[in-house]
């Protein structure tokens, strides 16, 4: 029985049946309870009754007297004597006395109707009721077989509410397993099943999403890779019959250097790509590790006369990564610094929030074309195209690395343009306790 369907209408209709024939024998067996002590108090007073007519007028005032009572309710009643003889007709009827022993005055059923035998105290005269079941069985048949009707419909319908929607979830897994990324289930039921259904389009929507930047970001890496390697086999060829070759050892250092650096940085955005679990959390000062950051690009900043500014309003804390926190600034800061003019600041500035804290970091350096600003924080995506490495120029990681760092700090970042320069705002939360 492979159909969930099917297998659901089945068990509605046999769990249906047992119940009504469980309720049928019960209600059966109260009915009978009920039924004999009606008929026991009845009988007594009906033999009563027969017994005085008898007495006092005779069988012509018993037969009266009985057809009186059988008229007014259902069955037929005999008053016999100590041996048997009906007293109206005088018809033997000694074989009925022998189901007094299985009666003692309550229904006996025979031959599909109820026998009661009852006895005066002193047993020289018996009453018996020949009688109909109160209700015959047979006449719930017919609501049975509609209630059976009823409940199978009943039944199938529900399962199609149930089944349908998990053959919608299960044609969109097997859609997504063939490669259609598109697949989703689009679930507007709000019980269990679509809860599976959206948490299949959420998940969905993120392997759609990591797949695609994989795809992207091999790309880009081939790209990245082929112009330092053309340049190296360039310079290797040089090396074969120059006068100078300083210079050719010079450009294939260079080129070793930024492939390097290529290398090291998709390492980094491998790694925080990684296993979220393998994070750990803590409670660390941001002031603290900003100051850190800031004396360590400092150097750089000094080779070049640029000044770094800082202002924070106190101490500052918050829970999360500050290894992936660090990365993030100093990938930052290090870029206001690769493209801000010699003898120029950078500012950093750092506001306090109701539920975070605002990281500022803005540069003199030349404004981003304004269909970048968004750009800028992808993989391999470069402010100025024309830059290389002789000219400090890096592979374009540093920023998507800050970008994922701060995502995973259920953070925000965005760059907007100044009159000069670049401004780039980091929002990060205090609160966070799992970093994901």
């Not at 049975?144 to 053959?167: D, E, K």
Request: with cysteine; hydrophobic share 40%; glycine share 6%.
């Amino acid at each position: 029985m492979k159909s969930l369907r099917f297998r659901i209408l089945v068990i509605f209709v046999v769990v249906f049946l047992c119940s009504s024939f469980a309720t049928w024998r019960i209600s059966d067996y109260i009915a009978r309870q009920v039924a004999g002590d009606f008929f026991e108090g009845s009988t007594r007073l009906e033999l009563q009754q027969a017994r005085r007519a008898f007495e006092t007028g005779g069988s012509s005032a018993l037969k009266q007297c009985l057809t009186e009572i059988d008229s007014a309710l259902r069955g037929t009643r005999y008053l016999l004597d100590a041996r048997g003889r009906d007293l109206v007709s005088g018809t033997d009827r000694s074989q009925v006395l022998s189901a007094e022993s299985f009666s003692r005055g309550r229904p006996y059923m025979i031959d599909g109707r109820f026998l009661i035998v009852m006895a005066s105290a002193d047993r020289k005269y018996h009453l018996v009721l020949i009688a109909p079941p109160p209700v015959a069985p047979v006449r719930f048949i017919p609501y049975f077989v509609l209630l059976t009707l009823a409940i199978a419909f009943l039944g199938w319908f529900l399962s199609i509410g149930i089944v349908s929607p998990l053959h919608r979830v299960a044609a969109a897994v097997e859609q997504f397993g063939k490669g259609d990324l598109k697949a989703r289930v689009r679930s507007k039921r709000q019980d269990e099943i679509g809860d599976l259904g959206n948490l299949f389009d959420r998940m969905a929507d993120r392997i759609e999403t990591l797949l695609t930047a994989e795809r992207r970001l091999l790309q880009d890496v081939s790209h990245e890779l082929r112009s330092p390697l053309a340049r190296l086999s360039f310079a290797a060829e040089l090396m074969k019959g120059t006068t100078n070759p300083d210079e050719a050892l010079g450009r294939m250092r260079r080129e070793i250097i930024r492939l390097s650096q290529l290398i090291d940085n998709l390492l980094e955005v491998t790694r925080m790509e990684g296993d979220p679990s393998s994070r750990e959390t803590q409670r660390f000062s941001f002031a603290s590790l900003l100051q850190e950051v800031l004396r360590d690009c400092a150097f750089e900043a000094e080779a070049r006369s640029i000044e770094i500014t800082s202002r924070m309003d106190g101490a500052l804390d918050m829970e999360g990564n500050p290894e992936l926190i660090r990365r993030a600034m100093e990938n930052v800061l290090r870029n206001a610094i690769r493209f801000s003019p010699e003898q120029s600041r950078i500012q950093s500035e750092v506001e306090r929030e109701a539920h975070g804290i605002v990281l500022i970091i803005s540069d003199s350096g030349p404004a981003v074309p304004e269909e970048l600003l968004t750009r800028i924080f992808d993989p391999f995506v470069c402010a100025n195209e024309s830059r290389d490495s002789s000219s400090g120029g890096g592979v374009g990681l540093g920023l998507s690395i800050a970008r994922r760092a701060v995502l995973l700090h259920h953070g925000t970042i965005s760059a907007k343009n100044l009159q000069p320069g670049l401004q780039v705002t980091i929002n990060l939360p205090t609160g966070i306790t799992d970093v994901h």
